[in-house]
C-alpha cells in the first residue's frame, strides 16, 4: 500500500560525505513528519534526525552541524546529507515517515535500509 525506498548508502572514508534519499510512493494523501534513524551493530536503534511538513528539523547531538535533513513534498522524498563522516556514524539508516493514506488513517513506515561504512 505504501512503501519507502532508501537509496545513496555504500563505503566513505572518514571525512568524506555521502547524501541519502528516501521516497514515499503508494496510497499517499499526505505525509507529516519524515526522519531518518540508525542502528550500529550490537547497539540499539537511534534517531538521526527529522523533519516536519513545515520543515522543522531536530537532530541527534553527535550529528548537528554535520548532517543535514531536507524534503521534497512534492517528491514525497526525504534528503540525509551527510559531511564530515566518522567512523562511528557506521550504521544502517533507516528512513521513517508518518503517513495518512488516502484510504483514511495513518501508518508509521519503514524503509529497508541502507548500510552506511564510514573507514578510518
Known amino acids: 500500500q505504501v512503501q519507502l525506498v532508501e537509496s545513496g548508502g555504500g563505503l566513505v572514508q572518514a571525512g568524506g560525505s555521502q547524501k541519502l534519499s528516501c521516497a514515499a510512493s503508494?496510497?499517499?494523501?499526505?505525509?507529516?513528519?519524515m526522519g531518518w534513524y540508525r542502528q550500529a551493530p550490537g547497539k540499539q536503534r537511534e534517531l538521526v534526525a527529522v523533519i516536519t511538513s513545515g520543515g522543522s528539523t531536530n537532530y541527534e547531538d553527535s550529528v548537528k552541524g554535520r548532517f543535514t535533513i531536507s524534503r521534497d513534498n512534492a517528491k514525497n522524498t526525504v534528503y540525509l546529507q551527510m559531511n564530515s563522516l566518522k567512523p562511528e556514524d557506521t550504521a544502517v539508516y533507516y528512513c521513517n515517515a508518518d503517513i495518512l493514506t488516502r484510504v483514511g488513517g495513518y501508518l508509521e513506515v519503514w524503509g529497508q535500509g541502507t548500510l552506511v561504512t564510514v573507514s578510518s
Open positions: 503508494g496510497s499517499i494523501f499526505s505525509i507529516n513528519v
